[in-house]
């Protein structure tokens, strides 16, 4: 009866029930998304009080927000029990110990600092550029790969769009990896280009379409007319070889791709020779001895092509105009990096000591990498953020927790029977160090914890789940409870979203369910719509006016920035991140993510689904430099992001709406949507595209043979077969009964076969 009453009209569930009741030393609720946990925690509280007679001013109840510790206070209305937050404790201990309140620096001090040294250390504004331009994707080059399936996961992965547009301002969608970087390259030498335009004279034959040049390069020459001259990049090395996977799957292997290859760079130089026309060349192998910008540059020069070589700077402006999240992002990735270091006691003289080149010894491309972001950015950036700490004599959060947790360690601060913590999942290494140096040993303060690792999404803000996933191993024998019933969302986005989250086998375990007797329904939809021309706009106003106006709706994006996206061109009011937008006749909030956590929607929008370093997932967020200052990294791709992903999917009750350019979509949607019709074959080599036949003849025996290509050329395949006989298409057959998931599976054992993503 207790249990039925404790928070007024609503009763606990006998899962909620079964964990309060625990008195163990440990106890870790692992709780789902919209399942009460705030709830468990004040019948917890108010079951101790009331039932256990534990002196309230006894008992400590965390959590990580403001407005979080405030709504717990505001539900327990219990006198004596001390809540807020780890920041807001800090503090209070530093205080009430030494006599001095702590001076707290303002949360815009690390961002100035940033801008500081890009406005005025050179070598700083250098380094960036180059760590956006060259090192922050982590895709390799074609000869690098030993098999197409892992170049064409990594293409997936890290985007095929490049970093700067064309002559006209438009996006750029590459086929390679060398030719998205060459794109930055002509564009750092100031050259105005287009990719993949026509060739001005007729080219086409029963068996070719038009040529269309890699790069068509446009400069005015010494008699001020407008002149052409054409660049192709050949995927080819030293030995004039592609490679070795470009035969992988197609009849005659390797040998038959690369003469195919090779025939048709002779019959691009002819074209340009029998018409007169200017063809500079570039080369995978120019790329790997690191001749590449030098040889294309001579070869402009060579035939008056002007080069007007932009400043890091001009560069710098450009990239952050096209894209306004991107110096956000980039600080956010430096913040996170300092703020786990100094959570987890690490210095960057030590984490240069492990990554530092050694003489004649050959190093990974990774480790090189590592090494110049630590210290060429990570480094300067962490000495200028500590001296005008010192300067001003401030702190930062982190060095409150750390201080804290010093004053406790010596016995100075009072001594508690029970410490409750909210949202346990974003725990940081600092935060836990606190939580045992609060804990007496006679008698031993219990500990109870709830939190949803399925929802862990604060990594930037110092949270590392290796204290969730081994809670057992940093706290000691531990009493582990689950509380699985949603009061959100139904099925069948349950199902469809816990099978997303638990692709990664690091998260634990859950069975989530709705109360007995629940029949109504949340649905997951995919809209496919541009990225350029309002389309995201006129997307989100057309979905928007078809739903009930008494309905709530609910706009996200990844970042804050992609409001721009659906028309708002105001200030964000950071005070809580909502942004108002009037779209379609109704004034709706839109929010990030991570500011939308805890929230929740009749119908929620996510708008911007889309692949490249500031897509979702976000590569940039997802560096793996963050892995020197975590207790354990995560080895699932895009752990954080695919756990952010379902975070967004458990906002609606009704109907999640989900939009994205087709032409560079999130590696998440392919995980949902079978992209090929049935009756298809699905290509066997990048196990994306559908086989299309392009060819038909008979051979000079009499059979009938047909040709074979991957649709998915536009982005690089080139499987080419050709059967004979029997000319049923090569590949998988998707028939009515295959989903999305059966498609997903098979890559996702193509991945675990080549190891892509586990260590």
Known sequence: MYFDHVLGKYPLDPQQRDSIVKLEDNCLVIASAGSGKTSTIVGKAKYLVEKQNIDPSKILLLTYTKKAANELAERMKIDGISSGTFHSLAYRIIADTTGMAPSICDADVPLNIFRKLILEDDYFLKAVDNYIINLQSLMKLEHDYTDAFTYFEDRKKYGIQALFPDVDGKIIFTRSEEEKRLCSILT???????????????????????????????????????????????????????????????????????????????????????????????????????????????????????????????????????NRQLEKTVFTLLLSFVTLMKANEKTIEGLLETVTPREGKMQSLEKKRNYYVLYHIVKPFYENYEKELKRNFEIDFTDAIIQATSICREGLWKQYDYILVDEFQDISVDRYKLLQALRSEHPKTKLYCVGDDWQSIFRFAGSDMALFYDFEKFFGYTEVCKIETTYRFHQPMIARSSEFVMKNPAQKKKTIKTPEGDSMKTYLNFAKCSSEDNGVKEKVEEIIASLPKDDSVLLMGRYNYDAMSVGFTGKIDHSDNRIKIKIAGREVFFLSVHSAKGLEADHVILINCNQGAYGFPSLIEDDPILDFVLSRSEQYPFAEERRLFYVAMTRAKKRMYVLYDERKPSPFISEFLVKLEVGSHLCPKCLEGKMVAVKDGVSSNGTKYRSFICSNNEAGCDFFETKFGDLTPPGLLVSEETTAQDIERLRESRRRAKGIGYV
Not at 204 to 222: A, H, L, N, S, W
Not at 243 to 258: D, V
Not at 263 to 268: A, F, P, S, T
Request: hydrophobic content about 30%; some cysteine; overall charge positive.
């Open 188 to 322: 750092k030498l100031g050259v105005l280009f287009r990719y993949e335009c026509a060739y001005p004279i007729n080219t086409r034959t029963p068996e070719r379409r038009q040529y269309k040049p890699d790069f068509t390069i446009y400069f005015k020459d010494g008699q001020g007319q407008w002149q052409r001259i054409y660049l192709e990049h050949f995927a080819i090395d030293f030995y004039g070889q592609v490679p070795r996977w470009f035969g992988e799957g197609t009849k005659g292997g390797w040998r038959a791709a690369n003469k195919r290859y090779i025939d048709g760079i002779e019959w691009k130089r002819m074209t340009h020779r029998m018409n007169g026309t200017i063809l500079l060349e570039t080369t995978s192998a120019d790329f790997h001895d690191g001749t590449i910008e030098k040889k294309l540059e001579d070869q402009l020069v060579r035939y008056g092509v002007p080069i007007k070589r932009r400043t890091d700077k001009e560069l710098y402006d450009m990239l952050v105009k096209r």
